[in-house]
Protein backbone atom coordinates (compact mmCIF):
# COMPACT_ATOMS: atom_id res chain seq x y z
CA UNK A 1 0.00 0.00 0.00
CA UNK A 2 1.34 3.44 -0.92
CA UNK A 3 1.66 5.94 1.86
CA UNK A 4 0.47 9.49 1.27
CA UNK A 5 1.52 12.74 3.63
CA UNK A 6 -0.10 16.15 2.55
CA UNK A 7 1.30 19.35 3.73
CA UNK A 8 0.63 23.16 2.96
CA UNK A 9 -2.57 23.68 4.49
CA UNK A 10 -3.14 26.65 5.97
CA UNK A 11 -5.18 29.95 6.64
CA UNK A 12 -4.87 32.43 3.54
CA UNK A 13 -7.18 35.95 2.60
CA UNK A 14 -9.68 35.37 0.19
CA UNK A 15 -8.22 35.73 -3.48
CA UNK A 16 -5.11 34.48 -2.02
CA UNK A 17 -3.26 31.26 -3.26
CA UNK A 18 -1.65 28.13 -1.87
CA UNK A 19 0.14 24.77 -2.93
CA UNK A 20 -0.69 21.86 -1.29
CA UNK A 21 2.09 19.04 -1.45
CA UNK A 22 1.74 15.12 -1.13
CA UNK A 23 4.69 13.07 -0.63
CA UNK A 24 4.02 9.14 -1.85
CA UNK A 25 5.95 6.36 -0.54
CA UNK A 26 5.89 2.55 -0.36
CA UNK A 27 5.16 1.86 -3.69
CA UNK A 28 6.62 3.00 -7.55
CA UNK A 29 4.74 6.04 -7.40
CA UNK A 30 4.44 5.77 -11.48
CA UNK A 31 2.20 3.15 -10.86
CA UNK A 32 -0.63 5.41 -9.56
CA UNK A 33 -2.58 8.04 -10.90
CA UNK A 34 -3.18 10.76 -7.86
CA UNK A 35 -6.09 13.01 -7.05
CA UNK A 36 -7.03 15.64 -4.02
CA UNK A 37 -10.55 15.28 -1.91
CA UNK A 38 -11.82 17.88 0.11
CA UNK A 39 -14.35 17.80 3.13
CA UNK A 40 -15.84 20.98 4.06
CA UNK A 41 -17.49 21.05 7.58
CA UNK A 42 -20.69 19.46 7.61
CA UNK A 43 -20.15 18.02 4.11
CA UNK A 44 -18.87 14.78 2.26
CA UNK A 45 -16.08 14.38 0.63
CA UNK A 46 -15.85 15.49 -2.56
CA UNK A 47 -13.82 14.93 -5.55
CA UNK A 48 -11.44 18.57 -6.42
CA UNK A 49 -8.80 17.24 -8.97
CA UNK A 50 -6.78 14.15 -10.71
CA UNK A 51 -3.95 13.13 -12.53
CA UNK A 52 -3.07 10.31 -14.60
CA UNK A 53 -0.07 8.55 -14.18
CA UNK A 54 2.26 10.06 -16.49
CA UNK A 55 0.87 13.42 -15.79
CA UNK A 56 -0.82 13.73 -19.67
CA UNK A 57 -4.27 13.79 -18.13
CA UNK A 58 -5.77 16.04 -15.12
CA UNK A 59 -9.37 16.19 -14.26
CA UNK A 60 -11.16 18.85 -12.07
CA UNK A 61 -14.46 19.63 -10.08
CA UNK A 62 -16.04 22.40 -12.03
CA UNK A 63 -16.19 23.98 -8.79
CA UNK A 64 -12.11 24.64 -9.42
CA UNK A 65 -11.39 24.52 -12.55
CA UNK A 66 -9.74 27.65 -14.13
CA UNK A 67 -8.73 28.45 -10.56
CA UNK A 68 -6.66 25.17 -9.49
CA UNK A 69 -4.13 22.96 -10.91
CA UNK A 70 -2.87 19.65 -9.82
CA UNK A 71 0.69 18.51 -11.03
CA UNK A 72 2.63 16.04 -10.46
CA UNK A 73 7.12 15.33 -10.29
CA UNK A 74 7.91 11.51 -10.79
CA UNK A 75 11.38 11.82 -9.86
CA UNK A 76 10.07 13.79 -6.43
CA UNK A 77 7.25 11.13 -5.78
CA UNK A 78 5.27 14.34 -5.34
CA UNK A 79 2.05 15.78 -6.55
CA UNK A 80 0.90 19.24 -6.10
CA UNK A 81 -2.56 21.04 -6.15
CA UNK A 82 -1.71 25.15 -6.61
CA UNK A 83 -4.90 26.82 -5.32
CA UNK A 84 -5.49 30.28 -6.41
CA UNK A 85 -8.15 32.58 -5.89
CA UNK A 86 -9.38 31.02 -3.09
CA UNK A 87 -12.76 31.70 -2.29
CA UNK A 88 -14.47 31.06 1.67
CA UNK A 89 -16.54 28.00 0.40
CA UNK A 90 -12.79 26.44 -0.31
CA UNK A 91 -12.26 25.87 3.09
CA UNK A 92 -11.90 22.31 3.93
CA UNK A 93 -9.94 19.37 4.92
CA UNK A 94 -7.90 18.32 2.10
CA UNK A 95 -7.04 14.60 1.23
CA UNK A 96 -4.56 13.48 -1.09
CA UNK A 97 -5.38 10.14 -2.81
CA UNK A 98 -4.03 7.27 -5.27
CA UNK A 99 -5.82 5.03 -7.17
CA UNK A 100 -4.51 2.61 -10.31
CA UNK A 101 -6.00 4.71 -12.60
CA UNK A 102 -7.04 8.35 -13.14
CA UNK A 103 -10.52 7.02 -13.38
CA UNK A 104 -10.63 4.89 -10.34
CA UNK A 105 -8.74 7.82 -8.43
CA UNK A 106 -11.44 9.85 -9.27
CA UNK A 107 -14.32 7.27 -7.96
CA UNK A 108 -12.97 4.92 -5.50
CA UNK A 109 -9.25 5.47 -4.66
CA UNK A 110 -7.63 2.71 -2.73
CA UNK A 111 -5.58 5.19 -0.73
CA UNK A 112 -5.75 8.39 1.50
CA UNK A 113 -3.37 10.74 2.84
CA UNK A 114 -4.29 12.06 6.84
CA UNK A 115 -5.42 15.43 5.23
CA UNK A 116 -4.58 19.21 5.28
CA UNK A 117 -6.58 22.25 6.47
CA UNK A 118 -7.17 24.89 4.53
CA UNK A 119 -9.03 27.85 6.07
CA UNK A 120 -10.26 30.66 3.81
CA UNK A 121 -10.86 33.90 5.34
CA UNK A 122 -13.23 36.64 3.81
Known amino acids: QVQLVESGGGLVQAGGSLRLSCAAS????????MGWFRQAPGKERSFVAA????????RYADSVKGRFTISRDNAKNTVYLQMNSLKPEDTAVYYC???????????????WGQGTLVTVSS
Open 51 to 58: ISRSGVIE
Open 26 to 33: GRTFTNYA
Open 97 to 111: AAGSSITIVTMTPGA
